[in-house]
């Protein structure tokens, strides 16, 4: 990476990734800052979650955190994951030399595809997928600090990337498929993934899984080919590429 990327990237991190984490050491500080009122909402969402960890107690606790703010504050180990997971992505595109696009499927905040975007003068387009549309939301407020070349790479795109007909839309709006598949923080089976994912990106198209998670090669698929996988780690951060070969 040459000095002026690396200038880049040192940019980005500061302006968009805060120095220090501070929750819940200093909670009265937070109290300070949000009011009691939304402190204590989130005290009770936090219990409901712990009580009963459903995709509908998760989904209300995100889009509470994401639209107060406070995730930054209460997720710092989110947060620093998705700093050196970008970190790893930057590393492994860095000899890439033509232009592609991206789908990064459920985004979050944003923080990745924006990272993305920024750093990578060759990537010509991301799409940050995401269900919470208070996490899409907060991805347009960082978007307006970038520069207008920038910026108008990012696109945001609310939805939940499992539904079917997703895909299609996805590739209609991209107008054509996409070069890679980005599963930034994976939740799903590996079988989900790359069912999703092929039908997002063309016949060289990449699918890439951020996260320790210890998914294995299969070698069937609905497209008829075979799986190709390798690792790639970088930043403390494994990234697990799936690209499909003819029989």
């Not at 050491?25 to 960890?53: A, C, F, I, P, W």
């Not at 990012?154 to 070069?179: I, Q």
């Amino acid at each position: 990476m040459d000095t002026a990327a690396k200038d880049r990237v040192r940019g980005v991190l500061d302006a968009h990734w805060p120095g220090d984490f501070i929750f819940p050491h200093d909670r009265n500080g937070v109290m300070k800052r949000y009011g009691s009122v939304v402190l204590g909402e989130y005290d009770q969402l936090l219990l409901q979650y712990s009580e009963s960890e459903t995709e509908e107690n998760r989904r209300k606790l995100l889009a509470f955190l994401y639209r107060t703010g406070l995730f930054a504050e209460t997720y710092s180990d989110h947060l620093l994951r998705s700093r050196e997971t970008l970190l790893s992505l930057l590393a492994y595109f860095s000899e890439r030399k033509d232009a592609f696009t991206i789908a990064d499927l459920g985004s979050g905040i944003g923080k990745i595809s924006l990272g993305l975007a920024a750093c990578l003068p060759q990537v010509e387009r991301v799409y940050a997928v995401e269900c919470l549309s208070s996490g899409l939301q907060s991805m347009q407020e960082e978007k307006k600090k970038l520069d207008p070349s920038v910026s108008r790479k990012l696109h945001a795109f609310h939805g939940n990337y499992l539904h079917s007909g997703l895909a299609k839309e996805l590739v209609s709006l991209n107008k054509r498929p996409f070069d890679v598949a980005l599963f930034s923080f994976f939740e799903s089976s590996l079988e989900e993934a790359l069912i999703t994912g092929s039908a997002l990106i063309h016949d060289r198209g990449e699918i890439i899984l951020s996260g320790d998670s210890n998914v294995f090669l299969r070698s069937d698929t609905s497209r008829g080919e075979e799986i190709d996988s390798f690792y790639f780690e970088a930043h403390d951060t494994l990234l697990q590429v799936y690209s499909f070969s003819k029989n």
